[in-house]
């Protein structure tokens, strides 16, 4: 799958959730957005550019699921990325110095 073909109802297939109500598929969608947003900003490739790896699809899904999970404030100072999702990053990353 591609990461253009992730919509909110596949989000919520992957989250697991029986019969989402209409807030949380706006909120999958935003989040969706979110996370293409910060692949993008970390990989340095164009939003476009991701459908040409599978991996990061997966990526997509981890980083949602991630942000559905944790949707309230974390108070410690250590922001904490999955492994999984750094390694498929970094292996696309096109902006490093």
């Known amino acids: 799958m591609k990461v253009s073909e992730v919509d909110a ?15 949380e598929m706006k909120e999958l969608g ?14 340095g490739l164009k939003a476009e550019e991701l459908d040409k790896y599978a991996d990061i699809t997966q990526a997509l899904f981890v980083l949602v699921a991630d942000m559905f999970d944790n949707r309230n404030l974390q108070t410690d100072n250590k922001p ?3 492994p999984a999702v750094r390694t498929i ?9």
């Not at 109802?9 to 807030?23: G, H, N, S």
């Not at 935003?30 to 990989?43: D, E, F, N």
Request: no cysteine.
């Open 30 to 43: 935003r989040m969706k957005q979110s996370a293409v947003a910060m692949i993008t900003a970390y990989t």
């Open 9 to 23: 109802k596949v989000l919520a297939e992957y989250l697991r959730l029986d019969d989402p109500e209409e807030i």
């Open 89 to 97: 990053l970094n292996l696309h990353s096109v902006n490093l110095l």
């Open 80 to 82: 904490v990325m999955n």
